[in-house]
């Protein structure tokens, strides 16, 4: 596509750059926007002439387009070839696998660190796990009972002696 940028289309007709944005947008002439530059469709330079003719006849400028728009047919042929096009396509599908492929590889690095994560999570809870179950052992295990006493073998009347009046009780006081 054949195309001219807005300063030198203005320096081309002998206008400034803002009346060449103006009247472009007055006429409705195809703009095409590259990083930060603003062009012009090849031929518009010729359009803004015209319209700087009828503007320098003292005409304002939205009479000017009207008058422009209504007798010249404004046809600027574009250029799209099926050689642009494709170029176009193959740079815009090669963009497209790039990113692709960004997310693949950043799906890989989240699987690893969530596997590494799950690891580690497991790894915490068998230690929780083993802290908490009771051991595993077989051992026998002896409930406390109180020793039995070791009553001397002795007659029923000193039996009842011991216990009403309990000497060993006396002894310690």
Sequence with gaps: MNKISFID??????????????WSKLLQLETV??????????????ILEIMNKIVSGGVSPSAAAKEILSVHA????????EENINDKLTERIISLEKAVMMLVDHNKMLKAE?????????SSLRNIQLRLD???TNKEIKVWQPPKS???????????????????????N
């Design 134 to 136: 009771p051991p595993t």
């Design 114 to 122: 969530n596997e590494a994560q799950n690891k580690f999570i497991i």
């Design 9 to 22: 289309a203005a320096k081309y007709v002998g206008i400034t750059l803002s009346q060449a944005k103006y």
């Design 33 to 46: 926007k590259e990083s930060r530059n603003l062009f012009l469709v090849a031929g518009g330079e010729k």
């Design 74 to 81: 404004l046809t600027v042929v574009q250029e799209h070839t």
């Design 150 to 172: 070791n009553r001397p073998q002795v007659s029923m009347l000193k039996r009842i002696w011991y216990e009403v009046v309990n000497p060993e009780k006396l002894r310690a």
